[in-house]
């Protein structure tokens, strides 16, 4: 043992040449395995870029293109990018930076993420639209198209016709950014429902095609099928890629969150947006913490909430930490927001949420203008609104409490050291 540390004495310079080796064979190790174990989500089908949807002569669906401003975004910041490379325009990747994103055709787009659903969706379906229909009104139909005949029904005519003109509820909270960037048309009103079915095995797709039928929701209430299962994260992801909405909002197929948050949550999203209209407001339910709902619960189930709660605390960047309740299926994006968040997702699992949050943290800064339009700073990351929402539990939850526990501690775990280390990199896959 003398003779060793005589040697490193005498040879410090070798000492800490070990000491580098080890550690840099050490970071290749675990970002090698990382490449190995870190999600990456699949390729998606050519069917899953279309939907279902019923029309107003027909007994039958249609099947018609799901509109996608991911495919334009993407397609601009390529574009931007093989320019900038070029050289020939100096401000070609403000389009990659910024994340301009296709204006809003409707105000609302509500994504219900859906694997056999069959016998909770209805209750859900029904509270939604009641809302809806009440608050934000149904946008015009659209125009004939090789699926739709002219509606030669008067009675049908005039129904549609006072659908679309339900009165509209805009956020009351005044605007603060007067000057925002991307901020929606006063007068953009209606909403659409996009169901993502994750590959269900029941009959989730008919109930929802027989109530749209029903309520008549045409080309509002549109189904979007998933070839192979990709979990619910997987299945927001896809579905936000193809909202038309100024703001976007998914909700669970429970309907555990009551509907009449959501205009909270517009509240909410209004008063932290920056100067490019970017924001988020997620539901919350940490005020119902003691009580009566959350007692009734198992001592496991809270035990292993804390637990969780804790792990995110330790693994998660500090505004991120400190948000009470990250797993409530009820998060709202405004439509600028998006190109910020959706396209750099890789969790399709559990955790997506917390993955949706830190890059919403990350987010690059845009300027912020003053009262007079001129640029007076920067506003770094996505600013996020935690706001406390109705919730009750609901029956036939699909979720294990201890394995899933388990998963989703070890996945996040896994998806913040993928960012750490570079597996996971805000760049065009």
Known sequence: MDALLATVAESPLHLLLGVVVFLGSAFFSVFALLHKIAPKPRAVFPSEKTYLTTVPDRKEPVRRKLPCWHDRWRA???????????????????TASIGTIEPAEVLVSVVIPAYNEEDRLLPTLEEAVAYLDENYGRPEPPPTSTHLRPDDGASKGNKNKSRSKSPISRPSTPRRHLHAQNTPRDDLAGYEILLVNDGSRDGTVDVALQFAREHGLHDILRVVTLEKNRGKGGSVTH??????????IFADADGATRFSGLGNLIEGCEDVVDGANRGVAIGSRSHLVGSETVVKRSALRNLLMRCFHLVLTILTPPATSRIRDTQCGFKLFSRAALPHIVPYMHAEGWIFDIEMLMLAESAPAVPVLGSGGAVIGSSPGIKVAEIPVDWHEVDGSKVNIVKDSIKMALGLAVLRASWMLGVYRRRLT
């Open 239 to 248: 579905g936000l890629r193809h909202v038309r909405g100024a703001y976007a």
């Open 76 to 94: 601009e910041c390529q574009i931007g990018e093989a320019l900038e490379q070029e050289g020939k325009h100096v401000s070609a990747s403000i």
